[in-house]
Antibody, heavy 120, light 105 residues
């Protein structure tokens, strides 16, 4: 059973860079796609982007200029960096495995999520 | 970018009733690309349906998905107390709809 766990600072100052890591167990980041999704308090889900183990990335156009997703097969982890954060980036951040089969892709395993607050 | 619009925003029903949730895409979507998720307060989303109509592992058969092109539907045949939650559709592992909250009437 694939398990994912997000980790990183819960508080980030405005204009700084948010950095989160997702540790994967029961599976390998050297296969499939791996995704980041966020959810502002009381709001819906927003897809941030994903990465294939070979380094291919896809990003939400609305965040593309500020986002980087990286993968580290040696640690079986992948990470999210979001620069120049504002209060609007306050959200629960989830990592997930994106399983692609039969021409489609979907998020079949999720981390529990971590709340990141942007505040001075 | 394909925009997914879910309706209604809130559905007020009683246990035992049938729930019908809609997800409409701004342009045609391959059925293989459409998934549905359930989210309860304080929990991550859970995959319910993939490829528009295939149930994920462990999902009860009261949940069913259908549709093609731009119109997709999630149906819960008889609502159980644990089914009251927010439901999201998603296309190709990327963009989500705005969600439908199924609440107890």
């Amino acid at each position: 059973q694939v398990q994912l766990q997000e980790s990183g600072p819960g508080l980030v100052k405005p204009s700084e860079t948010l950095s989160l890591t997702c540790s994967v167990s029961g599976g390998s980041v050297s296969s499939d796609y791996w995704s980041w999704i966020r959810q502002p308090p009381g709001k819906g889900l927003e897809w941030i982007g994903d990465i294939y183990y070979r380094g291919n990335t896809n990003y939400n156009p609305s965040l593309k200029s500020r986002v980087a997703i990286l993968v580290d097969p040696s640690k079986n982890q992948f990470s999210l960096r979001l620069s120049s954060v504002t209060a609007a980036d306050t959200a629960v951040y989830y990592c997930a495995r994106e399983y692609c089969s039969g021409g489609g892709c979907y998020l079949d395993h999720w981390g529990q999520g971590t709340l990141v607050t942007v505040s001075s | 970018e394909i925009v997914l619009t879910q309706s209604p925003g809130t559905l007020s029903l009683s246990p035992g009733e049938r729930a019908t949730l809609s997800c409409r895409a701004s342009q045609s979507v391959s059925s293989n690309y459409l998934a549905w998720y359930q989210q309860k307060p304080g929990q991550p989303p859970r995959l319910l349906i993939y490829s528009a109509s295939s149930r994920a592992t462990g999902i009860p058969d009261r949940f069913s998905g259908s549709g093609s092109g731009t119109d997709f539907t999630l149906t819960i045949s008889r609502l159980e107390p644990e089914d009251f939650a927010v439901y999201y559709c998603q296309q190709y592992g990327t963009f989500f709809g705005g969600g439908t909250k199924v609440e107890i009437k």
